[in-house]
Nanobody
Framework: QVQLVESGGGLVQPGGSLRLSCAAS????????MGWYRQAPGKQRDLVAT???????NYADSVKGRFTISRDNAKNTVYLQMNSLKPEDTAVYYC??????????WGQGTQVTVSS
């Protein structure tokens, strides 16, 4: 079993920055993909960014050039640096881990609100 604990959400003004963190614990297979998804009220949960244990990254078009995903394999932690935030980035952000045995895990979510 894997547990994911997110931190770093909050309220920020448009144009501001936030950094999300997600620490994984439990039985973590070495080969995995960690990432972030978000869900705004009344909408589906969408991909934000993912990074494999080998360092391959993938971003949603809407965040390219503004968000940066990174990970520390030694700490089993993934980060999301969010810059130039827009009101449309407001959502609950969920951490995700998929291991190569096919199991998927989710964090509890952290609220990000971009508003003046």
């Amino acid at each position: 079993q894997v547990q994911l604990v997110e931190s770093g959400g909050g309220l920020v003004q448009p144009g501001g920055s936030l950094r999300l963190s997600c620490a994984a614990s439990g039985t973590i297979l070495r080969r995995n993909t960690m990432g972030w998804y978000r869900q705004a009220p009344g909408k589906q949960r969408d991909l934000v960014a993912t990074v494999t244990s080998g360092g391959n990254m993938n971003y949603a078009d809407s965040v390219k050039g503004r968000f940066t995903i990174s990970r520390d394999n030694a700490k089993n932690t993934v980060y999301l640096q969010m810059n130039s935030l827009k009101p449309e980035d407001t959502a609950v952000y969920y951490c995700n881990l998929v291991n190569y045995a096919g199991s998927t895990y989710w964090g509890q979510g952290t609220q990000v609100t971009v508003s003046s």
